[in-house]
């Protein structure tokens, strides 16, 4: 039988969700602690990638298994892989359920500091002369996005990506005062490698006066990669809110 498994995960210390030669990620821990409690090697399928030092609010991984699942399975499989991931719950669903092409949509959240903050350095992104970022033009930037379905302009090279189209219901920013944070908002129904960080360095650019809005609408018009392309750390990055028909 085939099984959702709901989970949220701290992505600080490790090397992304998918298993990789030169360090621990996600996915790894997961099988790991699966295989042991099922005891059986038992491989899982995420519904997405993160990298390095990215975080996930709510995920979803999909595996296969005869065993028999107890009311017991999740508080068991938690003691198993440590205090950065967190299973929440597990979900019995069709055979040919899929975590990851059957998402219907995603959201991600990028988390920036206005002030500093030492409970926050592995969940925020510090920006030390944030109060001359002008919110309008960066507000102005991230709306032009939904302009678009095509995004050549905030994508990683070397992605194995076929299509560079993504149809984007949300991105705009909301500054959280009371709490010295702005953050970005971002929904669609697919993302590209290293979109949503691009795209936060283009508005903080905008918002700083480096970059005018019409160079961005030029790029996006031609998908050309922008001159003053800019990746932002990866420790403000969420992912969450994953939308499937059956969950």
């Known amino acids: 039988m085939r099984y959702f498994l709901e989970l949220a995960y701290n992505g600080t210390r490790f090397q992304g969700y998918q ?24 491989s899982i399928v995420g519904c997405g990638r993160t990298d390095t030092g990215v975080h996930a609010a709510q995920y979803f991984a999909h595996f296969d298994t005869d065993s028999p ?50 409970f926050s350095r592995e969940v925020a992104y510090y920006h030390p002369r944030s109060e001359y970022l002008d919110r309008n033009k960066m507000q102005e930037a991230a709306q032009l996005l939904l302009e678009y379905k095509e ?26 005062e009371e709490n010295h944070q702005l953050i970005y908002h971002v ?16 508005c903080l650019n905008v918002g700083r006066g480096r970059l005018e809005l019409s160079a961005v609408q030029q790029a996006l018009d031609e998908q050309k990669t922008l001159q003053t392309a800019w990746s932002v750390p990866p420790q ?12």
């Open 19 to 42: 298993i990789q030669p030169n360090g621990m990620t996600v996915q790894e821990k997961l099988e790991n602690g699966l295989s042991i409690l099922l005891k059986t090697p038992t």
């Open 69 to 118: 699942i107890s009311d017991r399975f999740v508080y068991a499989l938690n003691a198993l892989i440590g205090y950065d991931i967190a299973i929440y719950n597990i979900h019995l669903v069709g055979d040919n359920a899929h975590a990851r092409f059957d998402a219907e949509s995603r959201s991600y959240k990028y988390y920036i500091s206005t002030r500093p903050n030492p």
């Open 151 to 176: 995004f050549a302009t905030f994508c990683k090279t070397n992605t194995d990506a076929k299509t560079r189209f993504c149809t984007l219901t949300r991105s705009e920013w909301i500054e959280d």
């Open 187 to 202: 929904s669609a129904n697919r993302f590209l490698r290293g979109m949503i960080r691009l795209i936060v360095g283009m």
């Open 236 to 247: 403000g990055l969420f992912l969450m809110d994953i939308k499937y028909p059956y969950i």
